[in-house]
């Protein structure tokens, strides 16, 4: 059952820009601390950033800070991660995921991004 889809997804040179997005399927987020995580071929999946409820206070990963931004639409119920100066080394599958006030966290099937040199 797919609970969080995520859009945006692509093939960008190094330097590019990429913006993806995440929505709920058939729920409301706006009450979850909302996250992006990443995998790369044969690593561990590893955290991205951060975007809380209110008060959305926000954290990154070192290997992005700068380059890298989650926000958040609670009226479209989206949430997203604008990624600029991309590098080869941020090639993945990202994946959105979601924390509610009381339950276990919801994950997104993922996206690729893939970033040539």
């Known amino acids: 059952q797919v609970q969080l889809v995520e859009f945006g997804g692509g093939l960008v040179q190094a330097g590019g820009s990429l913006r993806l997005s995440c929505a709920p399927s058939?729920?409301?987020?706006?009450?979850?601390?909302m996250h992006w995580f990443r995998q790369a071929p044969g690593k561990e999946r590893e955290f991205v950033a951060t975007?809380?409820?209110?008060?959305?206070?926000?954290a990154y990963a070192d290997s992005v800070k700068g380059r890298f931004t989650i926000s958040r639409d609670n009226a479209k119920n989206t949430v997203y991660l604008q990624m600029t100066s991309l590098e080869p080394g941020d090639t993945a599958v990202y994946y959105c995921?979601?924390?509610?006030?009381?339950?276990?966290?919801?994950w997104g099937q993922g996206t690729q991004v893939t970033v040539s040199s």
């Open positions: 975007i809380t409820r209110s008060p959305y206070s926000t």
């Open positions: 058939g729920r409301i987020i706006s009450s979850y601390d």
């Open positions: 995921a979601g924390d509610p006030r009381n339950g276990l966290r919801i």
